[in-house]
């Protein structure tokens, strides 16, 4: 009797207990800033397999020889293998003469389509004042060298939402992109980040990158069409 008492005591002083919720305290994450955006970008980047772009001169051209002035580049690269396929649209001086020929980059050869006849020659890597051949790794140095970089907000590039961010950096560190280039000139930067891929779409550069451009020269970048299957040959 006095055994059973007990337990019905206990029983009724448990009933009495109120549960207690434990509520875990959650650190809010710090808001995004520039600079952590484009370290977050160049780790993306790291993966980048493939990538079709374009690039074009709001202000200024870049001089392939001579007389003779490119205005727009259109190309898919693979970035694995570092082959790629262009088609540059340029204009002669004298006489004013638009000219548009195809660069193939496969393997060690690098190719491209005769001016005049059309005809398939292979030229030496030299041979063109832009290299495409290793975008990933040059999107990574050109983010990574951004000096003072500021976030802008969000703005929608093709219908793609993206961070635009703004700063400087020096004009050898496009070397990678333009061999050519040369030290000692600040160049603006303007970079759109993807919200969610956290990929660069499109890049703007402004300034005086090859001693043969405009001080006012901008270069616009535009990139799409991520990591899809690529297939670059040599020409037959």
């Known amino acids: 009797m006095r ?35 484009l370290e977050r970008v160049a780790i993306r980047l790291s993966d980048l397999r493939s990538a079709a772009f374009v690039l074009e ?10 007389g003779l002035e490119m205005h727009r ?3 898919v690269v693979d970035v694995g293998d570092e082959d790629f396929r262009i088609v540059v649209e340029a204009q002669s001086q004298v006489p004013r003469v638009y000219i548009e020929f195809t660069v193939v980059n496969a393997g060690e050869e690098l190719w ?4 005049l006849t059309g005809n398939w020659r292979e030229v030496p890597k030299t041979a063109m004042p832009l290299d495409f051949s290793n975008l990933g790794g040059t999107l990574i140095d050109i983010t990574s060298a951004v000096e003072s970089p500021e976030l802008l ?9 993206t961070r635009r961010i703004r700063g400087t950096m020096q004009s050898e560190e496009l070397a990678g992109l ?21 990929l660069v779409y499109q890049m703007v550069l402004a300034g005086q990158v090859l001693s043969t ?12 069409e991520f990591n899809l299957p690529v297939v670059i040959d040599p020409p037959e």
């Open 3 to 37: 055994l059973t008492t007990i337990i019905v005591l206990a029983v009724l002083a448990a009933g009495c207990v109120k549960a207690v919720t434990l509520t875990p305290t959650l650190t809010p994450e710090p808001p995004l800033d520039a600079q952590t955006i």
């Open 57 to 66: 001169h709001p202000m200024g051209s870049t001089t392939l020889f001579p």
């Open 73 to 75: 580049v259109t190309g």
């Open 112 to 115: 491209m389509t005769d001016f």
């Open 153 to 161: 907000g969000l703005e929608y590039v093709s219908g793609i939402e």
């Open 178 to 198: 333009v061999p050519g280039a040369g030290g000692g000139v600040d160049i603006d930067v303007d970079l759109w980040v993807e919200v969610h891929q956290r």
């Open 213 to 224: 451009d405009k001080p006012d020269t901008e270069r616009l970048l535009l990139l799409g």
